[in-house]
């Protein structure tokens, strides 16, 4: 069986399974399980959207939390923890703190899942059939084989949400010197559940462009970096560090909210640009690595073919000494061709959201903004 056998055959197998569906995550289950559900109680019978099931899940979420919260006696210890910073909203401040948690949660791991199937969707329609090799095929079929793993997701978010709840009821007690009690325990399971669960997601996306570095695509040959996959590919992979910057600008604008201190908010802007920046720099790398390939193969090939016509030693013949001098210039050409996907607009939108948590945190610290152009010279 030769190469090209092989990598068509891989191919097609991948394209055949992804279009017969059989690579579903755990979140995919859940929200095709939750939709049969609604459906039921509803007796519809056309599938809900899913913006509709995410809304239902969070009002759920919220109410199985409070009501638990509620029997229990645990507004108690929301009210003391409030109290103990120095907030007097109390049982308010408690009610929007969990119910801003919830909302946040459940739409990250949605979000998330949507992205991770829009990759898929990206792969199954346009970058199989560019792909050249069949270890990538084999990395890209180990990537999904990975990301549907429901069993290990489970796992990971189990695991991780026993050891932050543990964690987060020891805190409480030992700094605060409040008990969290059952009721309360109750709700932020759910919530730490949904934070492992999305850790294995954002994971499975830190994976995806690891993954990058070792692919092989077919892109244009004489200026790679200007192929339709790479900046289509660029978009999706930008879609997330848009995501991140939008999350940090809501956890600084909350953070705002509830803390007085300005310079806790200039160190929290600081720290959330980190994840930012990393998923800038995974992404641009594994985008460089692939267009540094496909540029590769072109000298070579170029310098083959300047080789083989020099092997035959005919440089009195003045059509081999045009043919060779056309081969250096192309390859010249094409070694001059940018070695990455950055560009103006790829800056401009890594600008942009180093400037979302930033601008959240003048939100939220408003009033000082205003008292420093306020104030006279």
């Given at each position: 069986?030769?190469?090209d056998t ?5 191919r097609e ?5 992804l ?9 995919d ?5 939750t939709?049969r559900?609604i459906q039921?109680i509803?007796r519809?019978?056309k599938p ?5 099931i995410t809304?239902?899940?969070i009002?759920?979420?919220v109410?199985i ?10 507004l108690?210890?929301?009210?003391n923890?409030?109290e103990?910073?120095?907030y007097?909203l ?6 929007l703190?969990l119910s801003?948690i919830g ?7 949605i979000?998330?899942?949507?992205f ?5 969707v990206l792969?199954?329609?346009?970058i ?8 990538s095929?084999?990395?890209f079929?180990d990537?999904?084989?990975?990301v549907c ?5 489970l796992?990971?978010?189990i695991?991780?949400c ?12 030992t700094l605060f010197?409040?008990f969290?009690?059952?009721g ?7 919530v730490?559940?949904?934070?492992g669960?999305i850790?294995y997601?954002t994971?499975?996306?830190i ?7 070792r ?7 004489a200026?790679p970096?200007t192929?339709?996959l790479?900046?289509r590919?660029?978009g999706e992979l930008?879609?997330f560090v848009?995501?991140?910057a939008?999350?940090s600008?809501?956890?600084?604008l909350?953070?705002g909210?509830l803390s007085p201190?300005?310079?806790?908010g ?6 959330l640009w980190?994840p930012?920046?990393a ?5 641009q ?11 590769w193969?072109t000298?070579?090939?170029i310098q083959a073919k ?6 035959e030693e005919?440089?009195g013949?003045q059509e ?7 081969l250096?210039?192309y390859?010249?050409r094409?070694?001059a ?7 103006f607009?790829t800056?401009?939108s890594?600008?942009n959201?180093?400037l979302l948590?930033?601008l959240?945190f003048i939100?939220?610290?408003?009033d000082l903004?205003l ?6 010279p």
């Open positions: 069986m030769t190469t092989a990598l068509i055959e891989k197998e991948l394209k055949r399974r279009a017969a569906g059989e690579y579903k995550t755990l979140v289950v859940f929200l095709a399980w939709n559900v039921r509803a519809q019978t809900l959207p899913l913006w509709l809304i239902i899940l009002l759920v979420l109410l939390t409070f009501g638990a919260i509620y029997i229990t006696g645990g108690t210890s929301i009210r923890i409030a103990l910073f120095g007097g109390g049982y308010g401040l408690g009610v703190s801003s909302v946040l949660s459940i739409s990250t791991v979000i998330i899942n949507q991770i199937g829009r990759i898929i792969w199954r329609d346009d199989l059939d560019a792909t050249e090799s069949v270890p095929l084999q990395a079929e990537w999904l084989e990975k793993n429901r069993r290990l997701h796992l990971v978010a695991f991780g026993l050891f932050f709840v543990l964690v987060a009821a020891a805190l409480a007690s010197g409040v969290i009690s059952n309360f325990t109750f709700g932020i399971i759910f730490y559940l949904i934070g669960a850790f997601q994971t499975m996306v994976l995806l462009t690891t993954m990058l570095r692919y092989d695509l077919k892109l244009f040959v200026d970096a192929s339709e790479v900046s590919l660029s930008a879609f848009y995501f991140l939008f999350s600008a809501i956890f600084t909350t953070n909210a201190s300005q310079a806790t200039i160190v929290l802007v600081l720290f980190l930012i920046i998923m800038f720099v995974l992404n790398t594994g985008l460089s690595s692939i267009i540094r390939r496909a540029k193969k000298l070579n090939e300047v080789e083989t016509l020099q092997e005919n440089f013949n081999t000494m045009d043919a060779i001098k056309r250096m210039d390859h010249d094409v070694k061709t940018r070695d990455s996907a950055l560009d607009r800056y401009l890594f600008i959201s180093l948590p930033l959240a939100l939220g610290n408003l903004v008292n420093l152009f306020a104030r006279k």
